[in-house]
């Protein structure tokens, strides 16, 4: 089994692709070891010192690491960890785990058929970009011209996820929607 890794706009985030399907559909964040219970491919990679977040995307797996740890130092133990995963021929999350994500937050109400074209632009545009990324964008909410997003991934924590979601997105949806005015990042 051959992986292949891709740096990300976060340098403390990889992406590392093994050739085959992570998840089925969606995408699931785990930020913390503890989070990772069911998932048997983010506790393996969690086992390797170092490791600060796990995301799984359909055909990717991003790894976040400690600042104080390099690359270098870790790379070979978290390869090591996704290729004994996938070797070992379990699922990436068991049957009792949550659901994967990649989706967005239901919203009702008289700004609806907006959220609907803010979602259908979040989903054609900006999340195939994200993706590229090792991250995820998740829709949260409209309020006032105001439109919230939650980062995951490579893309929590960026250095650039802000200017990605002022200079980027904010600049698409206001292009496209005359109704919104803003976007907020929101943390979970």
């Known amino acids: 089994m051959f992986i292949q890794t891709e740096s990300t706009p976060n340098p403390a985030t990889l992406k590392f ?15 913390s070891a503890e989070s990772a219970g069911s998932s048997p491919l983010a506790s393996r990679v969690y086992g390797v010192d170092g490791v600060t977040g796990v995301f799984l995307g359909t055909d990717f797996v991003t790894v976040t690491k400690d600042d104080a740890v390099a690359w270098d130092h870790i790379k070979p133990s978290v390869l090591g960890a996704i290729m004994e995963h996938f070797q070992s021929g379990e699922p990436a999350l068991s049957d009792s785990g949550a659901p994967a994500a ?4 239901e919203h009702t109400g008289e700004d609806s058929e907006i959220v609907g074209q803010i979602k259908e632009l979040l989903d054609t545009r900006v ?9 995820d964008i998740t829709f949260y909410g409209f309020e006032k011209g105001v439109v919230y997003l939650h980062m995951q991934g490579a893309c929590a924590g960026c250095p650039s996820s802000t200017i990605t979601l ?17 976007v907020r990042p929101v943390a979970v």
């Not at 999340?127 to 991250?135: E, I, K, S, T």
């Open 102 to 105: 990649g989706g967005h937050a």
């Open 17 to 31: 692709l093994p050739g085959q399907t992570v998840l089925a559909t969606g995408t699931a964040d785990f930020p």
């Open 166 to 182: 002022k200079m980027g997105i904010e600049n698409l949806l206001r292009h496209y929607i005359p109704e919104v005015t803003e």
């Open 127 to 135: 999340r195939p970009a994200v993706a590229q990324d090792g991250g």
